[in-house]
Structures are given as structure tokens and as C-alpha cells.
């Protein structure tokens, strides 16, 4: 019963509480511009009304501290008087003072000033102490509305304690407070509008911009990434994001060309080996000789291949455009190159393999092994009779990178070229390349793979040949390693 009990009224202060935070969020300013506004006048508003009360606090200390020294000054004046039992001599308020009243410890008035005659005693009586006290009354008959700021004054005479009271009128203090307060109430309101007004013109200028970057950028399609945002000549921060945007879009225009690129040349790579494949089977349809069909299934057989290999690569290409992940482990690369070198039996132009040992990097070992595979069979398609393989490290024992070098004694890489040989589909030589079956994406998928394990490959400058270059960073010896 209790723990129902608890639910419902659980239940019952859910519903206040969302209703609350829905209207929090209705009232809430939805828009950049509207925050930003409220946010000033909200600052601006509780920094004015700290001014105002430190100002009013101020001014009316001020004019108090005045009018007590004028008052303080005739107090003592009359109270030094009566401590010499010359109270006949005391003469009218000084400028400053409204009135004067001398009284003894007993309550009875000895003097007064002719304009509280008639009047009683200001102070309660009872036991006096000698000093001084400020007080604050208010005295119909002489201020009407206005407050008397008193000073007392109790000294010692020949007849006994008698306190001395001096009054002086509040009426320029509550003046002053009073003209300020009502500038305030009326200027305070028309600052906060005037900061609304300036912050709303202000903020809609400087997201003016924003608003022309966002209408553009709303209206580019994946069909024209040539399009670019306007840069507004601010030279603050909105301008540099217009800059990043149009880099943006300069980065998604090249993907898009270089992707139209690879697709238009991906179909020219596979119309040819079908339309060769057409042709053997067409022919070998039409041919009715048997001892002929086994060359043209062969020749069938080896465009099919090309395929299978060319459709492979672009798979490859793809995954690798992707970003797509694969296993990565702690790898010899000595061992893995000495590896791929011993698997290529038979082939045209023997490998030399010079290999560091305890050369580790951290990679797929798959995408690794067919990284060396490709250097291997661009550097034996165009070798004359050499090729080398050599792999060392480099730099300080902190940043070591392996260092692996493909060498052929072919007719090289001219020094405008080396940097296109890793374009896709690209080849120096085109019809020599097809006779070997190369359809120019060996060397990009292998800088793609370099890329994709932190590395580099470059074509540099070599005596004789190609000399193809691998980077790769080297991973520290293991913990505990001897």
C-alpha cells in the first residue's frame, strides 16, 4: 500500500517537472542568432543591475558621509559647550544642521533650537555612555516627508551626562537617489533594447555568410561538385570555413573525376579480353575442326585468366578505397620476402635476395606478400637479366623504418614518369604490356597497400634500371627479446 502510494505521487511530480522542461523548451531561442541575443541582454542585464546597485550604494554613502561631517562638527561643537557649562552661549545651526537639542540624563530638554520648541526629548531615556551615534528619524515638524540623519553626541559636564542631538535633513539624499533610481529605471530598459538591437544586426551579419555557404552547399548534387561556396572577404573564422568547404569539395570533385576515370578505364580493360574471348569462341564455333579447338580453347583460357587476375585487382582496389580493415600482425619482413622470392619457381628472370635480419613491421601479411609479388613482377617484366632484392633499415633506433629496394637492369623509369607509373591503368610502354598481360594496376595497388601499412613507395633515381623503393616503419624489439 505504502510503496503504491509512493508511486503515484512519484507519478504525480513527473508530470509538473515535464511540463516545466516542455516549456523551457518551447521558450528556449531556437535559432544562433535569437540565443546569441538573449544571451547579451541576459549579461548585459545582470551586469546593470550589479552597476546600478553598487551606484545607488555609492552615491547615497556618499552624500550621507557629507551631511554626517557637517552635523558631526556642530554636535561636537555644542557638546564641548556643555562639557564647560556654556550651554548659554551655543548659537543657531551651522549651515549643514537643521536643528540642535541638549538633553540630560534624565530625559529633560536644557536647549533646543527654536524649531523643535515645544518638542520632547529625541533620544529614550536611561543610562547614558560617553561616544558618538549616527541615527536616522523621521521628524514631522520640521522635515515633513524627509528623513533627519541625527548625530548624538553624550559627553561628560559639570551636571551630569548630557547627550547632544544634531540633525541635518536627508532631503538631497533622497533627491539624488530618487533621480537616479528613475534614470535607471528608464535608461536601464533602453540600454538592454539598444544591446538587442545591436546584437540581432551584428549576429545576423556575421551568419549571413553562413546562411550563403549552407543555400549552396544544399544545392550541390554528386552531378556538380564543381560548384563552390562563397568565401566572404571577412578573413575570420567564417571565411576559413568557407575555405575548408570549397577545400572539401575540391577533394570530392577529384574523387569523383578520378572515380569516373577508373570506371571508364576498368571497362576499357575488360572489353578488350572479352571481345577477344568472343572472337575464340565465335571462331571455334564456327570451326569444325577438332584439332584446331584445343588452341582455341587455350587462348580462351588465357583471356579468361586475364579477367579472373583483372577483376581480382579491381576488387582490391576497391576494398582498399574502402578502407576496409584487414588482420594485422606482427610480421618478419625479411622472412616474408624470402618467402614470396622462394614461390616464384620458373621464372623468366632469376631474384637476388640480400634481406636484413630481425626486420619486424606490423601489417597484413597477405596484402604484404602481395605488395613484394607486384614489385616482383613489374621489376621481371622489364629486367633484362637482373634482379635484386634488398632490404635494411634506417634512421635512429626510435623511428627506424625498413627500407626495401627492388632493383632490374631493365630500360628504367623516365624521371618525368615516376611519379605516373603509380596512376591506375597507367603504362609507359602500352603494347608491351598487354603482349605480358599488365593491365597498369600493379604498381598502384602496391602504393595504395604501402599507404594502408603506414608506409611509402616511390620510384627513385637509380645508375642503370628501375630502382622501385619501399618504406615501412619497423616496430620495436618485443619486451624481454634477447
Not at 521628524?139 to 547632544?164: A, K, Y
Not at 556538380?224 to 568557407?242: K, M, N, Q, S
Request: with cysteine; charged share 25%; glycine share 8%.
Amino acid at each position: 500500500m505504502a510503496e503504491g502510494r509512493a508511486a503515484r505521487v512519484r507519478r504525480a511530480l513527473k508530470r509538473p517537472l515535464r511540463r516545466c522542461r516542455a516549456l523551457a523548451l518551447r521558450l528556449w531561442p531556437a535559432t544562433v542568432r535569437a540565443r546569441a541575443t538573449a544571451g547579451a541582454v541576459l549579461v548585459v542585464a545582470v551586469a546593470l543591475a550589479l552597476a546600478s546597485v553598487a551606484l545607488l550604494g555609492l552615491l547615497r554613502a556618499g552624500m550621507l558621509r557629507n551631511a554626517e561631517r557637517d552635523a558631526e562638527e556642530q554636535a561636537a561643537a555644542v557638546a564641548q559647550l556643555a562639557s564647560g557649562g556654556r550651554l548659554d552661549g551655543m548659537r543657531a545651526p551651522l549651515h549643514g544642521a537643521d536643528f540642535v537639542q541638549v538633553v540630560n540624563a534624565r530625559g529633560r530638554v536644557l536647549r533646543a533650537t527654536p524649531n523643535l520648541a515645544g518638542l520632547p526629548a529625541l533620544g529614550p531615556a536611561g543610562p547614558l555612555r560617553p561616544g558618538t551615534a549616527f541615527h536616522t528619524w523621521r521628524i514631522r515638524p520640521l522635515g515633513g516627508e524627509h528623513r533627519q540623519r541625527v548625530v548624538q553626541v553624550t559627553t561628560q559636564t559639570p551636571d551630569g551626562l548630557v547627550t547632544v542631538y544634531v540633525g541635518t535633513s536627508l532631503r538631497d539624499v533622497d533627491a539624488a537617489d530618487d533621480t537616479t533610481t528613475a534614470a535607471l529605471v528608464v535608461g536601464g530598459p533602453l540600454l538592454l533594447a539598444l544591446v538587442a538591437l545591436v546584437t540581432w544586426h551584428v549576429t545576423g551579419r556575421a551568419l549571413r555568410p553562413v546562411e550563403a555557404i549552407r543555400a549552396e552547399v544544399a544545392e550541390i548534387t554528386d552531378r556538380d561538385l564543381h560548384r563552390r561556396v562563397p568565401v566572404p572577404p571577412t578573413g575570420d573564422e567564417v571565411a576559413r570555413l568557407a575555405r575548408t568547404m570549397n577545400g572539401t569539395l575540391d577533394r570530392l570533385e577529384s574523387s569523383g573525376i578520378r572515380q569516373r576515370q577508373f570506371i571508364a578505364d576498368a571497362s576499357h580493360e575488360l572489353r578488350s579480353p572479352l571481345t577477344v574471348l568472343r572472337t575464340q569462341l565465335e571462331v571455334a564455333l564456327a570451326v569444325r575442326d577438332p584439332e584446331l579447338w584445343p588452341e582455341l580453347i587455350s587462348g580462351a583460357l588465357e583471356d579468361t585468366d586475364r579477367l579472373e587476375r583483372l577483376c581480382s585487382d579491381l576488387l582490391l582496389l576497391a576494398r582498399i578505397d574502402a578502407a576496409q580493415p584487414a588482420a594485422s600482425t606482427r610480421l618478419d619482413l625479411g622472412g616474408l620476402v624470402r618467402d614470396a622470392v622462394g614461390s616464384r619457381l620458373g621464372d623468366r628472370v632469376p631474384v637476388a635476395v640480400r634481406a636484413e635480419a630481425g626486420v619486424e613491421v606490423e601489417g597484413s601479411e597477405l596484402w604484404l606478400i602481395r605488395v613484394v609479388t607486384n614489385l616482383l613482377d613489374n621489376a621481371q617484366r622489364f629486367a633484362a637479366g637482373r634482379v635484386e632484392v634488398a632490404l635494411r633499415t634506417a634512421g635512429p633506433p626510435e623511428t627506424r623504418t625498413a627500407v626495401l629496394e627492388v632493383r632490374d637492369d631493365g630500360p628504367g623509369i623516365p624521371p618525368a614518369d615516376r611519379e605516373r607509373v603509380f596512376e591506375r591503368f597507367t603504362r609507359l610502354d602500352d603494347a608491351r604490356s598487354r603482349d605480358h598481360g599488365g593491365a597498369g594496376l600493379g604498381l598502384a595497388i602496391a602504393r595504395d597497400l604501402a599507404a594502408h601499412h603506414g608506409g611509402t613507395l616511390t620510384a627513385e633515381r637509380s645508375r642503370a634500371g628501375a630502382r622501385l623503393v619501399l618504406r615501412l616503419p619497423v616496430l620495436p624489439p618485443e619486451s624481454g627479446a634477447g
